[in-house]
């Protein structure tokens, strides 16, 4: 039996900031998937964008580096608000 995932501490505080600006329908929060799926999903200006919450001090699992090595599409690492929001506005503009 697969173990639940476990949330960084800074992830609530990610997804109600990027919520509280984009509004709540344009964030799903994916943590529960496992496997190295990121965490987040964030559809903003007609983007889909994926990222990955740590703690400044975290580590990508081996799940989440196979994961990130292999996926073709857009990826980040995100440790803060702010760094969501640069990986938002370098992705959309």
């Known amino acids: 039996m697969r173990r639940a995932a476990k949330v960084d501490t800074n992830h609530s505080q990610i997804v109600t900031g990027l919520r509280a600006i984009f509004g709540p329908d344009c964030v799903l929060d994916l943590s529960a998937v496992g496997r190295g799926c990121p965490d987040i999903c964030v559809g903003v200006r007609g983007k889909t964008l994926l990222m990955e919450i740590k703690t400044p001090t975290g580590k990508l699992t081996s799940d989440q580096v196979y994961w990130h ?25």
């Not at 292999?70 to 980040?76: D, E, L, P, R, Y």
């Not at 440790?79 to 503009?93: F, G, H, K, N, S």
């Open 69 to 93: 090595r292999n996926w073709g599409g857009q990826k980040a690492v995100v440790t803060t608000l702010q760094e969501a929001l640069d990986v938002i506005e370098q992705e959309t503009t």
